[in-house]
């Protein structure tokens, strides 16, 4: 089977049951951050040498994402991939665990320390940027109830991740002082 079909080079795609859309269309773009995100969360895992239990959930995570884009890309709204609301409670455990480890933050930081750390930066602001297209794309059509949640939890996991990593590998977090004038 070959991987192209040539059927998107005039600028439209299917969704989930053969409704042709542009693709530049809000869900189109809504599940193409969540993609984005999902392949970010690959490097990740790459990069930091994950594999202990936060490798597992961040696994759990790629699978849910895949959830989400399937809900996305779905020419009408399908509870079958709606994620379910245990799915936010279990970022927010891992957010919870992984906090309790770390040394109390009283200031901004600057996304950065090691590799690792920035890439979870970077997980954090593509979730954000997903998070930002699905809001524009419930407008008009359902996202599912926990969809908003669970990205927004999603990103502080990034945030709390990168500062862990930081943590883990003994790396200086760089705190943001305002310097006005």
Same mark, same amino acid.
């Given at each position: 089977m070959k991987i192209y079909t040539k059927t998107g080079d005039a600028g439209k795609t299917s969704l989930i049951g053969n409704t042709k859309v542009d693709k530049d269309d809000t869900r189109v773009e809504a599940y193409g951050n969540i993609d984005e995100l999902n392949s970010h969360i690959g490097l990740l895992i790459s990069t930091a040498g994950i594999t202990d239990e936060i490798g597992d959930f961040l696994h759990h995570v790629q699978g849910n994402l895949f959830l989400l884009s399937s809900l996305m890309a779905s020419e009408?709204?399908?509870e079958k991939y709606e994620i379910d609301a245990t799915e936010i409670e279990k970022v927010e455990e891992e957010i919870d665990r992984l906090t309790a480890m770390l040394p109390k933050k009283f200031?901004?930081?600057y996304?950065?320390? +090691?590799?690792?750390?920035?890439?979870?930066h970077i997980c954090r602001t593509v979730c954000r940027r997903a998070e930002r297209r699905v809001v524009t794309m419930s407008r008009t059509m359902n996202a599912g109830m +926990?969809?908003?949640?669970?990205l927004n939890r999603l990103s502080d996991?990034?945030?709390?991740?990168? =500062?862990?990593? +930081?943590? =883990? %590998? +003994?790396? %200086?977090?760089?705190?943001?002082e305002i310097s006005c004038k």
């Open positions: 009408k709204y399908n200031s901004f930081v996304p950065g320390g +090691n590799l690792a750390s920035s890439e979870s +926990n969809t908003l949640p669970y996991y990034f945030f709390t991740l990168a =500062r862990y990593i +930081n943590y =883990r %590998d +003994n790396v %200086d977090e760089k705190k943001w």
